[in-house]
Nanobody, 127 residues
Framework: QVQLVESGGGSVQAGGSLRLSCAAS????????MGWFRQAPGKEREFVAA????????YYTDAVKGRFTISRDNAKSTVYLQMSSLNPEDTAVYYC????????????????????WGQGTQVTVSS
């Protein structure tokens, strides 16, 4: 069982930066693939970024490539999402998620492929 708690959201102006953190409980965090998703009002939850258990593999949706960076610190049981050059289209509730499978280097981009979810953190970008 993995429990996830996101933090770091807030309000910023366009062009600004934020770093989201997702702290995990449970001794198996370092074995799990992790992902970040977001959901804007009236829209479906969408994939943002994913990272393998070791951190060696990462993948991003096209909309955030070159602006967002996913990373993890397994010693701290935390995954991060560094967001730069934010624009109003990035406004959403951001969720981190963990896959129940372990030791996998391939990455997943569908929400229904992740079993554990945090409560979300709001990111608001104003123009």
């Amino acid at each position: 069982q993995v429990q996830l708690v996101e933090s770091g959201g807030g309000s910023v102006q366009a062009g600004g930066s934020l770093r989201l953190s997702c702290a995990a409980s449970g001794r198996t965090f370092s074995r799990h693939r992790m992902g970040w998703f977001r959901q804007a009002p009236g829209k479906e939850r969408e994939f943002v970024a994913a990272i393998s258990w070791s951190g060696s593999n990462t993948y991003y949706t096209d909309a955030v490539k070159g602006r967002f960076t996913i990373s993890r610190d397994n010693a701290k049981s935390t995954v991060y999402l560094q967001m730069s050059s934010l624009n109003p289209e990035d406004t959403a509730v951001y969720y981190c998620a963990a896959d129940s499978a372990i030791w996998r280097s391939t990455l997943r981009t569908l929400a229904n492929e992740y079993e554990y979810w945090g409560q979300g953190t709001q990111v608001t970008v104003s123009s």
